[in-house]
């Protein structure tokens, strides 16, 4: 019996243009357009098998070696749905195998701590989108795949892609032009590094798929956002990428940080994802980039913050020694609470006391990573489902 | 020889729609009105005595026993020169004695320590023009002393009426038509009473003359704010405290205190006023509201956050007890770790689990107080400074 299997990886991606609102909440089409940076999955990635067979009696999902049951109507099966869809197109047009048909079994797996924090869904549902098509062996393109991993989480739409990349809201009513395009590959500006601190928390945030409803329904501010300040930033990111202005597009990120977590403030009752540590951090970068641009240089770094306390920071590449060294020393690490470039942590003209040193571990720990490229389809070895459709050991991948 | 002096007492105003930008920074004309309430003197007051003699050499003023200069072209000396101004016309209409020629001296004297965080500058001027207007014994109404008292601090303009006051924002490049109205006297609606927590913080906050400045030349929200949010408020409000509707009211009061705030993060680089402890006294208070409106109640509370981490709890009479016993659980005082009025803190359906309980001293005190009246004259055995024009010492007041 021919086995059909295929295993893909897919990056995770932190929007510099936020994505804060939807206009459909069932098809997860968004209030405004969003830009993302891929990050390299050579340091955070899903991994996802997927496998059919006649002998199938159900379609299961394996997360982390837990089963998830997947609810009718619920967005995995919706994900389900539409690339079985796909498939119909391809064996009706070709000829190909009806193995639309048949069930599907799939196990996937990130190599970093949910509780991190970071947009596990989107990697997810892009790993998820992109296996199945590789199983189906579908024909169709990152964009039109990006149409389904939307359903699923809409930001898994911008994973589908490496680099730079861009979610057109799109007005149309089906949501057929609402997709994600690449804005640049990772080649035009492999430069672009980043720092994710992973910031303590006790606090349960209001989830992101409530708390964005919340804000629609509520900020006075929000269409402003939406009509008149994110399609301005949306056009002069994308000519800052394009002309790798770093000093343009840290400026337009961190402004559009600010404007994400303003709206959300702006909500009833308030969402709060920043926090005391979180601020510290901006305070430190505003600083970092004062000290810069008094001595005529450009922003040499760009905070970001999702819908938690996690800072990522984005910088050119020869400038991440300086912000590793400067964030380790006013947030130092459990396991090294010195400067882990050395004993001068403070870069030329930064004041010192703009923020007080933190106690070790309200930064948990740092991840450098850098732009990457888009979801990998990997070999049968990098299976994490066996032969009879059931998940190995997570520890094997 | 004649003694001219005067002593007056004028109050703290706390805005339920704020003030956040100027059009004009020398004259103080604000980008919008705004509303607030005056609280009772009984509790916090500046009082401030002023006195004129031929024989003193230079206009002199003690802020708390301490002397401050009082530079040329600075707001101090424009409420000075403005006063005098009002002077003259009394003097050359009226043929009263000319001792707008004659230099002041004033000393004031603040009942809340300046560290608190509250408006003190507010109550200041309002104290320093009602000083002056009575030894000049001037004719002005409240409103168009508030012109002058504008100049001096914005919010000032505010402090010279009791209950319920407008600043109307104007339109005019003079300033003219920029000046305070009293919306509702505080017996209309004397039940308002309000909880200031009082909020530790050790980072120096930016200064709101410098940080409202910032957000009118760099936040993209700030002109929807101005143009459409806030007209419909002070509208909304005005009409709430004339109905006497304490959940319309307490509605806008949080809504408004979270379009600041969420301006002031939408500046670049962006500014933060309340930390974790303010933002866990918003989760409490809307969980106080949440557990009563669930009850089929009104809203109980309104928070509301100045350019400081301190919260104002806005709320009737009947409720201030719960709202202490409430806050008093969760921030624990240095010095009644306990519940201020029994065992039982948590009103019905208060979900507990909702804030953790804090460190004792994170709220350092609770200050309780109502809706008051404005400025007072006050006797002779009031004053602050002695025949010779010179302070007594403040512990005297």
Redesign the interface.
Known sequence: MALYQATTSAPVNIAVIKYWGKRDTKLILPTNSSLSVTLDQDDLKATTSSQTDPSFTKDRLWLNGVEEEIKPGSRLATCFEEMRRLRRKVEQSQGEPAISQWFIHVASFNNFPTAAGLASSAAGFAALVSSIAALYKLPNSPSELSLIARQGSGSACRSLFGGFVAWQAGTAADGLDSYAIEVAPREHWPEISAVICVVSD?KKGTSSTAGMQRTVETS??LQ??IK??VPQRMTNITKAIKDRDFDTFA?IT??DS??F???A??????I?YM??VS?AI?NLI?EYNRASTAAGGPLRAAYTYDAGPNAVIYALKEHIPEIVNLVSHYFPQAESARSPLGAEPLPAGFNANII?KHEVGAVKNLILTRVGDGPRVLGPEASLLDKTGLPLSTSSS
């Not at 403030?265 to 308030?270: C, G, S, V, Y």
């Open positions: 006790h006075t501010l402003h956002r008149e300040v400026r961190m402004a600010n404007s977590h303003a709206v403030l702006d909500t009833e009752p308030p709060f926090n005391d601020r901006v505003v007080v």
